[in-house]
């Protein structure tokens, strides 16, 4: 897959992109598996302000790092139970007066009965005296700002920012399998640059062509995001999402426009006006690839596609296959 001359960075599409779709895109065309071979750059931004906590910062409260505390302030009633905490990280609240303070700490509920090691957001004020619990969703961008954190943090922590992205988490579209009964895969993509388009047509068209052949390759969950830097894929991939959901139709709209870019018949700009089903499916799907790529951003995500294989919490990133040959024993697992 072609290099780009610079890293691109991602930021967060913002929905407004939803109605300006048709604002200029570049064509694309199908390429080679081996295109796989030199991954699309996507670079990376901060998106909240930490720093480090050393084990004896005074500034940290003593009932943060007591699980017994935690957990009675938690509620008696409440699932998961921690044990072990530790203030890793104070994050710089966008809510005045308060602090925020991240607290990894082993969780065991009755969905995980052995224990997982998982991150805490946890708020208080500036006396330390108090405890704030639970969720703290900012109602204009409509987003968990505790999520949004946990995420970031997990960026942070990796020297690997891909295993710090949590796919299962994410939207995606399911292009359906044969009869294997092996978990999906999941392709995390960007159809923006070309390169992202022909990735994507390599891996739907091996997957087409092993189902002809009388093969059961497994299904695929495609991830689409955005790294905003073309209008026109954003609202192509938001208005594939739209559709997928209203109609089932989402991956054959992806397609469609990673072969045709600006040609494509929905993408003229007089039709999506005149269309209310076009609109109503770009206003389904700008929310789940706004979404998507916040969730890229807060991983600080560097490079696409990625791969991950498996179902739920057992989804795992795997690399990138860089023959078709790979790509055939992965899909026929």
Sequence with gaps: MPSEKAPRKFSVPVLGLAMAVWLGATGASAAGINDFLQPTKVGAA????????????KDVPDWLRNSERLNAMMGASADAKLQNPKVIRKVESPIPGLDGFVVQADSFSSENPEGKQELFVFYTDKSRRYLVVGMMIDMEKERDLNQMIERYVRGEMTDNPARALRPQDMHGLMLKGGKSKSDPLTFVVDLGPDAGKSSFLSVVGLHQSLLKSGANPRPIRIVPVSAGKDERSTGAMALAMGYDRLTGEGVEKLVEFAKNGRATPWMDPARI??????KQAIGVGIFQIDENSTQALLARLSTLPLVYDGQGDKVKFVPLPTSQSEWKALLLK
Excluded: E, I
């Design 273 to 278: 006006k005149k269309d209310d089903k076009v």
């Design 46 to 57: 901060p998106a909240f302000q930490t720093t480090d906590v050393s084990p004896t910062d």
